[in-house]
T-cell receptor
Framework: GENVEQHPSTLSVQEGDSAVIKCTYSDSASNYFPWYKQELGKRPQLIIDIRSNVGEKKDQRIAVTLNKTAKHFSLHITETQPEDSAVYFCAPGRADSWGKLQFGAGTQVVVTP | EAQVTQNPRYLITVTGKKLTVTCSQNMNHEYMSWYRQDPGLGLRQIYYSMNVEVTDKGDVPEGYKVSRKEKRNFPLILESPSPNQTSLYFC??????????????????FGNGTRLTVT
């Protein structure tokens, strides 16, 4: 099955700085790469995803980059704000074997003013 | 409003007393799944269902049961709860395939969670 590792486990950044979280996976057939954000006491919600036919996707201050050769994808948050403080999860998947899904262990991001 | 609804939000029970956590979605999603979330361990999949009457084990199925008799509902059953099942539980659903992009998955939509304490 898929082996998913996420680094770092915690990340403290100054407001306005950038944050980068990396997700490494083992299944070379994975072709869907989402990032979920979970604020304290809330449910996880999709913030951005990428499919393996593209290498990068941006949505305002967040972006996801994919390196299929090295089997990792990263979440980039620029100009961080206090509302970016949350736990972020990756969950790579493949459409032909969608059922069983593994999440990364999560990254706690703390943005300090 | 499109949503995944879990009930109850909070539940305190005693060891061995059977309980059911309900999950319902109104988006006509084929795929539904259950996760438990524990500190430092992220989200671990308990069971999933690809469609009605089709269920399969995730990574941590021991002590849990599920059923999928209707497309919208996917209850989680603990026949004899134990203290190590104290956790935060999430139900999630998705389309099996992204519309118009049949080779790719569709994102998960999560319920609001159920905080279970077993004493």
């Amino acid at each position: 099955g898929e082996n998913v590792e996420q680094h770092p486990s915690t990340l403290s950044v100054q407001e306005g700085d950038s944050a980068v979280i990396k997700c490494t996976y083992s299944d070379s057939a994975s072709n869907y790469f989402p990032w979920y954000k979970q604020e304290l006491g809330k449910r996880p919600q999709l913030i951005i995803d990428i499919r393996s036919n593209v290498g990068e996707k941006k949505d305002q201050r967040i972006a996801v980059t994919l390196n299929k050769t090295a089997k990792h994808f990263s979440l980039h948050i620029t100009e961080t704000q206090p509302e970016d403080s949350a736990v972020y999860f990756c969950a790579p998947g493949r459409a032909d074997s969608w059922g069983k899904l593994q999440f990364g262990a999560g990254t706690q991001v703390v943005v300090t003013p | 409003e499109a949503q995944v609804t879990q009930n109850p939000r909070y539940l305190i029970t005693v060891t061995g007393k059977k309980l059911t956590v309900t999950c319902s979605q109104n988006m006509n999603h084929e795929y539904m799944s259950w996760y438990r979330q524990d500190p430092g361990l992220g989200l671990r999949q308990i069971y999933y269902s690809m469609n009605v009457e089709v269920t399969d084990k995730g990574d941590v199925p021991e002590g849990y049961k599920v059923s999928r008799k209707e497309k919208r509902n996917f209850p989680l059953i603990l026949e004899s709860p134990s203290p190590n099942q104290t956790s935060l539980y999430f139900c999630a659903s998705s389309l099996h395939r992204e519309p118009g992009l049949s080779s790719y998955n569709s994102p998960l939509h999560f319920g609001n969670g159920t905080r279970l304490t077993v004493t």
